[in-house]
T-cell receptor, first 112, second 110 residues
Framework: NAGVTQTPKFQVLKTGQSMTLQCAQDMNHEYMSWYRQDPGMGLRLIHYSVGAGITDQGEVPNGYNVSRSTTEDFPLRLLSAAPSQTSVYFC???????????FGPGTRLTVL | GQQVMQIPQYQHVQEGEDFTTYCNSSTTLSNIQWYKQRPGGHPVFLIQLVKSGEVKKQKRLTFQFGEAKKNSSLHITATQTTDVGTYFCAATNTGNQFYFGTGTSLTVIP
């Protein structure tokens, strides 16, 4: 049981480049989400999904797209990277009796 | 979105001292969760509180949910160096959207 996996662990982009952050979970959780973490600001919700084919915006969705074609995968796409998107990105899934969120190890992204 | 305020932002304590972090919301919460994040790591679930006035304990950690379900606290008794990290509350009012507090970074001085 791998839990929640994220790739890559580190990424450096130039302004204007696009990329996809990968997230996968093997716990058969319906609910998945993407957060960004910046110093002093906690974790802010970018997008979330309540099941395959269903996504919605969180607090800070601008500049990001998501899709959920399968229960397992929830990729996050940066359409045209900006320095303001420099951050640590966490993917999470939750389920079970405690409604516990399981976080991936994170992707540290730098946009130059 | 849901606003969850968390204080203090930083706390330095001598090993053996107690530590408390607080979360406050202007609206009634459905439930509140607490997470711990070690330096360089990812958040790890500690507990979920659902009922008004609920108190739960995990060894040296005590979690409380306010009577009005608008605030919560995490108290650590006799801190140890293993308690170092950032503690976050995460609240929901409807559905599965979690809104995180800004976190309290705990440093324990040996």
């Amino acid at each position: 049981n791998a839990g929640v996996t994220q790739t890559p662990k580190f990424q450096v982009l130039k302004t204007g480049q696009s990329m996809t952050l990968q997230c996968a979970q093997d716990m058969n959780h319906e609910y998945m989400s993407w957060y960004r973490q910046d110093p002093g600001m906690g974790l802010r919700l970018i997008h979330y999904s309540v099941g395959a084919g269903i996504t919605d915006q969180g607090e800070v969705p601008n500049g990001y797209n998501v899709s959920r074609s399968t229960t397992e995968d929830f990729p996050l796409r940066l359409l045209s990277a900006a320095p303001s998107q420099t951050s640590v990105y966490f993917c999470a899934s939750n389920g079970g009796a405690r409604n516990e969120q399981f976080f991936g190890p994170g992707t540290r992204l730098t946009v130059l | 979105g849901q606003q969850v305020m968390q204080i203090p932002q930083y706390q330095h304590v001598q090993e053996g001292e107690d530590f408390t972090t607080y979360c406050n919301s202007s609206t009634t919460l459905s439930n509140i969760q607490w997470y711990k994040q070690r330096p360089g790591g990812h958040p790890v679930f500690l507990i979920q509180l659902v009922k008004s006035g609920e108190v739960k304990k995990q060894k040296r950690l005590t979690f409380q949910f306010g009577e009005a379900k608008k605030n919560s606290s995490l108290h650590i008794t006799a801190t140890q160096t293993t308690d170092v990290g950032t503690y976050f509350c995460a609240a929901t009012n409807t559905g599965n959207q979690f809104y995180f507090g800004t976190g309290t970074s705990l440093t324990v001085i040996p």
